[in-house]
C-alpha cells in the first residue's frame, strides 16, 4: 500500500482504504451466507436441499448469527475473554470427567495386564 500513495498522492490513499474495507465486509458476508447455508443443512439431516425450501431457514439462521454478533461486539472486549476463559474451564471439566469415567470403565484384568 505504500507504494500506491507514492504514486497516486496521499488523497487517493483513502480510496485503497475504501476498497479494503470494502472487501472485507464482502468476504464476511460471504461467510455469514455459507454458514447459513451450512447450519440449515445440518438442520435437515444433510440432506441437500432443493427448489429453494430451505430458504427461509437460511435467512432466519443469517439474522440469528447476526443478532448474536452484535451482541457480543456490544458487551465488548472483557465479556469475550472472560466467556472464552469460562468455556476453557468446561473444557478441561468435561475432558477430565470424561477420562476419569474412561478409566472407570476398563475391566480390572485388562489394567492389570498393562
Known amino acids: 500500500m505504500s507504494r500506491q500513495k507514492a504514486a497516486l498522492g496521499m488523497r487517493c490513499s483513502a480510496v ?40 427461509v431457514g437460511v435467512v432466519i439462521v443469517g439474522l440469528a448469527v447476526v443478532a448474536a454478533s452484535w451482541v ?25 470427567v470424561a477420562a476419569r469415567g474412561r478409566a472407570d470403565a476398563e475391566p480390572e484384568s485388562r489394567c492389570r495386564a498393562r
Request: charged fraction near 15%; proline fraction near 0%; include cysteine.
Open 16 to 55: 485503497f482504504l475504501i476498497g479494503v474495507l470494502l472487501s472485507t465486509l464482502g468476504w464476511a458476508n460471504v461467510l455469514l451466507a455459507m454458514t447459513a447455508r451450512g447450519v440449515v443443512r445440518l438442520l435437515h439431516g444433510g440432506a441437500v436441499i432443493q427448489d429453494g425450501a430451505g430458504e
Open 72 to 96: 457480543v461486539l456490544r458487551r465488548g472486549a472483557g465479556a469475550m475473554q472472560s466467556r472464552c476463559i469460562r468455556a476453557a474451564d468446561t473444557r478441561v471439566r468435561t475432558t477430565a
